[in-house]
């Protein structure tokens, strides 16, 4: 069963220093709405690839009681290597949540270039989940595989228990920028 659906919010629209361009925007229009879902494992909080880069967005999910991010992605070498992990471990850390990282590896389907005479995209891969604390607890490598992790929701609540940053927050403040 279809619990939920989600649209990305923030789509990748940028050109890389390697002459391509990418505009999500050009076949498809943002989403308009958080969404979180309860499921028997937990409130999930569902984000899409480019989505990791807005902080904002899982502080938001964690608000409306989100306890495991998700984030299926497809990102590129050059930026997996330099952001995916630590992206995911600081989404994992400010908002005390589980993150599970579906992330697509190897090379896309060519025939989808063949048009504008450019290699495929490659997409760097290490699926991973986090905990809490931003400890890896479980991740692939960059082939495809399967990867399991025990989700804890105990140890979410102590987490937030023992470093309260939720109620130490300021909206009060940040709300003026």
């Known amino acids: 069963n279809i619990v939920s659906k989600y649209r990305k919010i923030h789509l990748f629209d940028v050109d ?3 002459g391509r361009s990418f505009r999500e925007s050009s076949f498809t229009e943002p989403g308009k709405e958080l969404v979180v879902c309860q499921t028997p494992f937990g409130v999930l909080g569902l984000t899409v690839c480019y989505d990791l880069r807005f902080p904002e967005l899982f502080s938001a999910l964690r608000r409306k009681g989100a306890d495991i991010l998700l984030v299926p992605a497809a990102f590129m070498v050059k930026t997996g290597l330099a952001h995916w992990e ?3 471990k600081a989404r994992a850390i400010e908002n005390q949540c589980y993150v599970i990282a579906a992330a697509q590896c190897g090379k896309h389907n060519p025939k989808r270039y ?3 005479k450019k290699a495929p ?3 760097y891969g290490d699926t ?3 905990d809490p604390w931003g400890t890896v607890i479980a991740k692939a490598s960059n082939k495809p595989g399967l990867i399991t ?4 929701l105990n ?3 102590s987490t937030r228990v023992s470093m309260p940053v939720a109620s130490h927050k300021r909206p009060d403040i940040y709300a003026k920028i």
């Open 114 to 116: 063949e048009d504008i």
């Open 16 to 18: 890389v220093p390697n």
């Open 121 to 123: 995209r490659e997409s």
């Open 86 to 88: 630590v992206l995911l």
């Open 128 to 130: 991973c989940v986090i």
């Open 155 to 157: 140890y979410i609540k």
């Open 149 to 152: 992790a025990k989700i804890d």
